[in-house]
C-alpha cells in the first residue's frame, strides 16, 4: 500500500530571522526620572516625589502631553475618597502634598516645553481646617525634663536628645546625625525631610548636654569617629547601633506616660520651638530659618498659636493701661 507523500514545505534561504521589536520605553516615567535627577532633591523629598508621581501615573494611565485640568481635578477628587492608613480619609494636608507635587511636576514639563500647556495651573489646594494648637504649654514641657529622671544609664543620652528636639528637629533628623555634623555650636543637618537642610545654632544647655553625653559615650568605649552617629540605642538587642526614629518617637512617649501626659510626640517639640522663636519676637524670616520652613503657609501651622498668645498680651497691655486712667 502506497503512503501519501506529505505536501513539501519551501524553505527560503538566506533571509535573516526577524525578532519582535522590544517594547517602547516608558516615556512618562523617563520625565519622571529626568525631573528627579535635574532638581537635586533630597532623598526623602526625591521618594515622596516618585510615590506620588507614581500613584498619579497609575491612575491616569495617559501620556502626559494629554492631561488636562479635568484629570488633575478628578484625581484631587479621587484622593479625597481615598482611606488613610490610620482609617478615614487623607487628611487635606496629604492631598495637597500631592497636588503640589504634581503642581511642581507639571510645570517642570512646561518650562521644558515636554507639553504645550500647565494643566495645574487652575487646580486650587483642599482647603484645610484650623490647626488646634499643638506647642505644649511651659509646665508639661519642664515636666518631659524631669521625667528624666527616671531613665536610668540612658539618662544622659536622653537629656541630649530632648534638647536637641527642642530646637525645632525632626525625630527622623535627631536619628540621622553623626558626630560631624556638630561642631561644639551648631548641627548640621542634612538630608532632611523636603530637602529643609540647614545648621542649627545651639543654647548653652543643649550644648552642654551634647557634650556631656559625648564625653560619657567615649568613657564607655562607643564610637565618637565623623561618621558614627551620635545618637546609639542601649538595649541588649541592638547596643551601640544608629538609634532609629522609632527609638526617639518611644523615648518621648515614655517621658509623656511618666509626666501623665497624653497626645505628646516630637513633633510638638518642633511645634513648640517655632511659637517660642515668635514669642520671643524673633523676625518670621529668620524664625522660618531657624526650623528650616520655606513656605509661609506651612510656617503658618508654627507661628499662629504664638501670634494669638501675642495679640492676647497686646490687647491686655492696652486694655490694662485704659482701667488704670479710669
Excluded at 96 to 117: A, E, G
Excluded at 209 to 221: E, I, N, T, V
Aim: hydrophobic share 35%; with cysteine.
Amino acid at each position: 500500500m502506497l503512503r501519501e507523500m506529505p505536501a513539501p514545505k519551501f524553505i527560503e534561504i538566506g533571509q535573516p530571522v526577524v525578532t519582535p521589536p522590544a517594547p517602547p520605553a516608558d516615556l512618562n516615567w523617563q520625565r519622571v526620572e529626568e525631573f528627579l535627577r535635574v532638581r537635586e532633591l533630597a532623598t526623602n523629598t526625591k521618594k515622596a516625589y516618585e510615590r506620588q508621581l507614581q500613584q498619579f501615573s497609575d491612575w491616569v494611565q495617559k501620556p502626559w502631553q494629554q492631561i488636562t485640568h479635568r484629570d488633575i481635578d478628578r484625581y484631587k477628587q479621587y484622593l479625597k475618597g481615598l482611606p488613610s492608613k490610620r482609617g478615614g480619609s487623607l487628611s487635606p494636608a496629604t492631598i495637597n502634598q500631592s497636588i503640589n507635587s504634581l503642581k511642581s511636576y507639571f510645570k517642570w514639563l512646561t518650562v521644558k516645553d515636554y507639553i504645550p500647556r500647565n494643566p495645574t495651573l487652575t487646580i486650587e489646594q483642599v482647603k484645610e481646617p484650623p490647626m488646634p494648637p499643638k506647642d505644649l504649654p511651659q509646665p508639661e514641657f519642664d515636666a518631659l525634663f524631669d521625667a528624666l529622671s527616671y531613665r536610668g544609664e540612658s539618662e544622659v543620652r536622653d537629656l541630649a536628645i530632648l534638647q536637641v528636639l527642642s530646637h525645632g528637629l525632626r525625630a527622623g533628623e535627631v536619628s540621622k546625625l553623626n558626630t560631624e555634623d556638630y561642631d561644639g555650636r551648631r548641627l548640621d543637618v542634612l538630608d532632611a525631610k523636603w530637602g529643609s537642610d540647614g545648621k542649627v545654632p545651639l543654647k548653652p544647655e543643649a550644648i552642654a548636654a551634647l557634650d556631656a553625653y559625648l564625653g560619657w559615650k567615649m568613657r564607655q568605649g562607643f564610637s565618637i569617629a565623623p561618621d558614627a552617629p551620635i545618637f546609639i540605642s542601649l538595649s541588649n538587642n541592638s547596643k551601640g547601633q544608629r538609634l532609629g526614629y522609632r527609638g526617639v518617637y518611644d523615648l518621648i512617649k515614655d517621658l509623656a506616660k511618666v509626666s501623665e501626659l497624653e497626645g505628646v510626640h516630637p513633633h510638638r517639640l518642633r511645634h513648640t520651638c517655632a511659637t517660642a522663636l515668635v514669642m520671643a519676637g524673633m523676625d518670621t524670616m529668620l524664625a522660618k530659618r531657624m526650623v528650616r520652613i520655606s513656605s509661609d503657609r506651612v510656617f503658618a501651622r508654627y507661628s499662629d498659636r504664638a501670634l494669638d498668645l501675642k495679640m492676647e498680651e497686646a490687647f491686655n497691655e492696652i486694655y490694662g493701661q485704659a482701667r488704670k486712667m479710669e
